[in-house]
């Protein structure tokens, strides 16, 4: 059971181009997030999805794309990359939600993406 | 939306001294509120998470204490030890299947804690 994991762990862009961000897991979880971490802005959530098929935008999407085609992964594009995208992505997972509370959020190892 | 506010940005404490960290959130329809821990270069990771329903949860050195009223919550570390030197995140989150915001954990802006030998 490897829980959460990322690809790529690193990865380096120039300005203008494109790549997409990989995140699996093997929980059988409905719920996936995406999130950067800058330093000293905490965790910041950029689009998440409730189930398969479905996305939706967080509180800092602009500039990246999402898709949930499968219940196991969800990807996060960057379609022209900017140096402001310069960060640590970090995918996580949870349980559907029970007795009306979010459930735990489980994370995977982060990527970390430089935009030169 | 929700807005979290955690204090202080960093802490030092000497091993075996107690650590406090607290966090004021906005929306008071927050019923979910999670700490994690990151070590450097590493994942957050769930330490200890309180419901609403309840005010106060112990996990052996750890503890977490809600005040709804107050909207604040704060994460109480004793008999601290080297290896609890972490960026600590405090979370707040709507209930779930309450429409726009729910399911989503806002964040504080972390605290370092610092436990000196």
């Known amino acids: 059971n490897a829980g959460v994991t990322q690809t790529p762990k690193f990865r380096v862009l120039k300005t203008g181009q494109s790549m997409t961000l990989l995140c699996a897991q093997d929980?059988?979880?409905?719920?996936m997030y995406w999130y950067r971490q800058d330093p000293g802005m905490g965790l910041r959530l950029i689009h998440y999805?409730?189930?398969?098929?479905?996305?939706a935008k967080g509180e800092v999407p602009d500039g990246y794309n999402v898709s949930r085609l499968k219940k196991q992964n969800f990807l996060l594009g960057l379609e022209s990359a900017a140096p402001s995208q310069t960060s640590v992505y970090f995918c996580?997972?949870?349980?559907?939600?029970?007795?009306?509370?979010?459930?735990?959020?489980?994370f995977g190892p982060g990527t970390r993406l430089t935009v030169l | 939306g929700e807005n979290v506010e955690q204090h202080p940005s960093t802490l030092s404490v000497q091993e075996g001294d107690s650590a406090v960290i607290k966090c004021t959130y906005s929306?008071?329809?927050?019923?979910?509120f999670p700490w994690y821990k990151q070590e450097l270069g590493k994942r957050p990771q769930l330490i200890i998470d309180?419901?609403?329903?309840?005010g106060e949860k112990k996990d052996q050195r750890i503890a977490v204490t809600l005040n709804k009223t107050a909207k604040h919550f704060s994460l109480h570390i004793t008999e601290t030890q080297p290896e609890d030197s972490a960026v600590y995140f405090c979370?707040?989150?709507?209930?779930?299947?309450?429409?726009?915001?729910?399911?989503?954990?806002?964040f504080g802006k972390g605290t370092k804690l610092s436990v000196i030998p």
């Open positions: 929306d008071s329809a927050s019923n979910y």
């Open positions: 999805s409730v189930g398969e098929g479905t996305t």
């Open positions: 309180i419901r609403s329903n309840v």
């Open positions: 996580a997972s949870s349980q559907t939600p029970g007795q009306g509370f979010t459930d735990t959020q489980y």
């Open positions: 979370a707040a989150s709507r209930p779930a299947y309450s429409g726009a915001g729910s399911y989503q954990l806002t």
């Open positions: 929980m059988n979880h409905e719920y």
